[in-house]
């Protein structure tokens, strides 16, 4: 890979934290477009943090496909004049389809109607900063220290003591790189997933294969949290290799941003390993929806499910 485009890629992105917050150019409107119409608990310190990812991640699929395309990674004038053209032109070449922000909306307002019948308590921040997870995950990591400090300022200003996740990368940097970077914080992280309780969820598909998370399944133990929650309430098809905890294979999501055309590689074979079982993939994380939705294109009859998608909580 290019020096020149490593250079690039960690420009573009501190450039578009300092301008609007989002590791990419996109309007950050999209981000609250989900709570129109919902109501929140003002005054309490639990809030629901969505990091933007899921509504930023068909943004990244259609960057990954313009880089692709132009193949910009491979440096020189390319990657130089590909920073240009995302910084003057980003927020109409990475706009979203209202398709997928409808997608993205969907699956959000369905984790909170679970947690709201649940009785969880919870507000919003009205303009919540983006995680940090794309500089660390690149290898930025300095950069990333300063942004989580940054971040957690914000959360200390607002009174902010419990955090509720939707999505294992935001999950992985808050609970377990956060304390790290940032010694002095000292915030409970939850996922959604944890208040949920198998006795209270009824799953809506009637057969599926799991393309776990490796961050939910490897690193923060919800790999048998998530099977109890639909086992025995839908046919799930498994195997011991191909959606074992430590076997199952990768979406191809962590280097997409660097090698897009080996990102979209592995999301093939890993869509053509889980069509064994079914083709019906549920997954649980955003930047696997996307990646696995490209590696089905040109597989037939392969329908691609959030798992917040799949459960509702009986009242």
């Known amino acids: 890979m290019s020096l020149d485009w490593f250079r690039a890629l960690r420009g573009v992105v501190l450039s578009s934290l300092r301008d609007s917050g989002l590791p990419f150019s996109v309007d950050k409107s999209v981000c609250n477009g989900w709570r129109e119409g919902l109501i929140f608990d003002e005054g309490v310190d639990t809030i629901l943090y969505t990091s933007c990812l899921y509504q930023l991640a068909p943004a990244i699929e259609r960057a990954v496909a313009e880089l692709e395309r132009f193949g910009v990674t491979k440096g020189g004038v390319l990657a130089r004049f590909a920073v ?41 921040l009205d303009n919540e900063p983006y995680s940090g997870a794309l500089l660390y995950e690149l290898g930025f990591v300095d950069d990333f220290a300063n942004y989580a400090r940054e971040v957690y300022k914000v959360f200390r200003d607002n009174s902010v003591n419990e955090i509720i996740t939707i999505d294992p990368h ?42 776990d998370s490796c961050l939910y399944a490897r690193y923060l133990n919800k790999y048998d949290l998530i099977r109890g929650l639909v086992r025995g309430k839908a046919n799930v098809k498994e195997d ?62 392969v329908k691609i499910y959030d798992l917040a998608e799949v459960m509702e909580v009986i009242g």
């Not at 070449?93 to 109607?113: G, H, M, T």
């Open 84 to 124: 240009v053209g995302t910084r003057v032109f980003g927020k109409a070449l990475l706009k979203p389809s209202d398709e997928d922000v409808n997608k993205a909306y969907s699956v959000i307002r369905s984790i909170y109607e679970m947690l709201r019948t649940l009785g969880v308590r919870f507000r919003v």
């Open 170 to 211: 935001t999950q992985y940097t808050l609970e377990k790189l956060y304390p790290r970077y940032v010694p002095e914080f000292n915030i409970k992280v939850r996922s959604y997933l944890d208040y949920l309780g198998s006795g209270k969820v009824r799953v809506k598909l009637g057969e599926f294969t799991i393309h």
């Open 240 to 301: 011991p290799v191909l959606t074992g905890r430590d076997t199952s294979h990768c979406c191809g999501g962590p280097i997409e941003s660097t090698y897009p055309s080996v990102a979209g590689k592995v999301s093939a074979n890993r869509v053509r390993e889980l069509v064994k079982l079914s083709r019906n993939i549920v997954v649980q994380c955003p930047i696997c929806y996307v990646n696995l939705r490209r590696g089905s294109q040109g597989i037939d009859g």
